[in-house]
């Protein structure tokens, strides 16, 4: 996955999100937030997921379903 | 240390100029409860789907209709109309307020008798009765409209059999001024049909008419409609009366009245779109005022189905599978399809989830189980993110879908009355394996296969 377009990104703390090539705006929340944020660190989904479960009280398949559909949202929305 | 609460993590493109102008704001709630049952305590003991009926709403609903209705004209039975919802409990909350009822075959003729209304409190009704089910119904009394010539002459024939003069009632239909016209029950009024239709019978040595009924359409949400209905009743009544020495002692306007569920294609939600049901009543009973003099007031029988009953009901599902389709849209799969909910059809359900749900919603299409294409329960719902397990309750659902519901490839489900005390009922448990082969037979010689 190529995740230099995320690295464009401007992301505020509250979510709002900004592509200042395409002019884009998108909103997310927090956990969106760290995704991008370690998937901009080139991190592997299964390393992802392991940070995430250390944070939240998540069942881990529910955890797993709901990264992979975020990241296929973000290739739909053409940011990797 | 104890860890951060999990809410799902989405990402929404913000589109300018496409704001949603009218939210839907019914789906921000959530229900954990149906009439005061918890949800899980109904699907604890029923399973998961369940269709849940709430005996205080149909009670509750009646009674204000009832109400309505008789202090503007007292002289009005309403009759149930079986084929909305003729599960047994159902009916008896009916005849328990007062209601006789309203059936369009035998076998609905047969379920009535069978729970205890007498036939004289039986409106018989339909294209189609079978000679043997008009001879039954004719011995038993019961309030008989015909609907074509053919017809009449088959109850000719039965009361000659009988050597019995039986009363009857026909069927008329009529231009209300709302499309389309159901012209394809009854006999119409414009074309001096109708006219024709007594005539034969006041010739008829074995026929006596003292009814008319008729049915203008359903889902009507144009109460003028029924003060036109009900002004060519009358006039044909005078008709009648003046040109056949008959007496006319009942009239019957038929069901139709609309409920509050929100039609495809509408935009608005139904709270704003469907008058209220008292806008139909006046219309009827104001043109009967106006038109009749108190010493000629006949009985009105009304035959209201979905518009008494169909908010009580519900749907209780669950989410089984979440999926992102190639496109980018939100897909959920439930226990339950198309083939329980007839009315999907023509409905856009009312749907409320069972728990709050943090996160932003999202617009999503919700299919069924079954293996076949055509199984979209929603197709445009805007749903917060949820997890395997939720329930979904969809709504109105009490009307026609309990009847028309088809076993197909899955049992049918339990359905559930809430009862006024709060107690769960189950009035239809699940189907099983002998209810669907139990009238199948297998011929001797395909008994034994070998694979
Ligand atoms: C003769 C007759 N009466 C009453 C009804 C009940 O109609 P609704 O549910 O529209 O009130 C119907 C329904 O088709 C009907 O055919």
Request: some cysteine; overall charge negative; proline content about 5%.
């Amino acid at each position: 996955m190529n995740v230099e377009k995320l690295t464009r990104l401007a992301i505020s703390d509250n979510g709002f999100i900004f592509d200042p090539i395409t002019g884009h705006s998108f909103t997310t929340n927090e956990i969106g937030i760290k995704i991008i944020n370690l998937l901009k660190e080139n991190k592997e989904n299964e390393d992802i997921l392991d940070e995430l479960a250390e944070i939240y009280s998540v069942n881990e398949n529910e955890l797993d379903v709901d990264l992979m559909d975020f990241i296929h949202n973000l290739k739909n929305f053409s940011l990797v | 240390m104890s860890k951060k609460e999990y809410i799902k993590p989405f990402i929404k493109k913000q589109t300018a100029g496409n704001m949603n102008k009218f939210g839907s704001f019914y789906q921000k709630n959530y229900r954990d409860e149906i009439a005061g049952a918890k949800i899980d305590a109904i699907v604890e003991k029923c399973g998961s789907p369940v269709f849940v009926i709430d005996e205080k709403a149909i009670r509750e609903k009646y009674r204000e209709v009832y109400r309505d209705f008789s202090s503007r004209y007292p002289k009005v039975q309403f009759s149930w109309s079986y084929k909305t919802n003729y599960l047994d409990a159902i009916c008896a909350v009916y005849h328990q307020e007062g209601s006789i009822a309203e059936v369009v075959s035998e076998f609905e003729y047969q379920k009535a008798r069978r729970l205890g209304v007498p036939g004289n409190k039986i409106i018989f009704n339909g294209p189609f009765k079978p000679e043997e089910a008009l001879k039954v119904a004719f011995e038993e009394g019961a309030i008989v409209n015909l609907d074509n010539f053919d017809e009449i002459f088959k109850a000719e024939r039965v009361a000659k059999e009988m050597g019995q003069i039986v009363d009857v009632g026909i069927r008329l239909n009529m231009d209300t001024g709302v499309y389309p016209q159901w012209s394809r029950f009854g006999f119409n009024y414009e074309n001096r049909n109708a006219y024709d239709a007594a005539k034969r019978i006041h010739k008829s040595e074995w026929l006596n008419l003292t009814g008319l009924h008729s049915h203008i359409g359903t889902f009507m949400l144009e109460p003028k409609a029924y003060a036109a209905q009900v002004k060519v009743m009358i006039d044909f009544m005078r008709i009648v009366e003046r040109e056949f020495d008959m007496t006319i002692e009942s009239l019957d306007f038929g069901g139709g009245f609309p409920s509050r569920n929100k039609l495809k294609g509408t935009y608005l939600p139904p709270e704003v779109s469907v008058p209220p049901l008292s806008d139909f009543i006046a219309a009827i009973s104001n043109t009967l005022l106006s038109e009749l003099s108190p010493d000629e007031y006949p009985t009105v029988y009304m035959e209201t189905g979905r518009g008494l009953i169909d908010e009580a009901g519900y749907l209780v599902t669950t989410v089984d599978a979440i999926k992102r389709l190639p496109s980018g849209l939100k897909s959920y799969i439930i226990d339950a399809g198309v083939n329980y909910l007839y009315t999907s059809t023509w409905y856009n359900y009312k749907v409320e989830v069972d728990r709050p749900i943090e996160g932003s919603y999202e617009n999503c299409i919700v299919y069924g189980p079954l293996c076949m294409n055509i199984d979209v329960v929603l197709e445009n719902a805007s749903l917060p993110p949820l997890s395997r397990g939720t329930r979904l309750i969809l709504s109105p659902m009490a009307a026609y879908n309990v009847t028309q519901w088809m076993q197909f490839i899955r049992y049918r489900p339990a359905v559930a009355m809430i009862m006024d005390n709060g107690d769960i009922e189950i009035i239809r448990r699940a189907e099983n394996l002998e209810d669907v082969v139990g009238p199948e037979r297998l011929p001797e010689k395909l008994k034994k296969f070998e694979l």
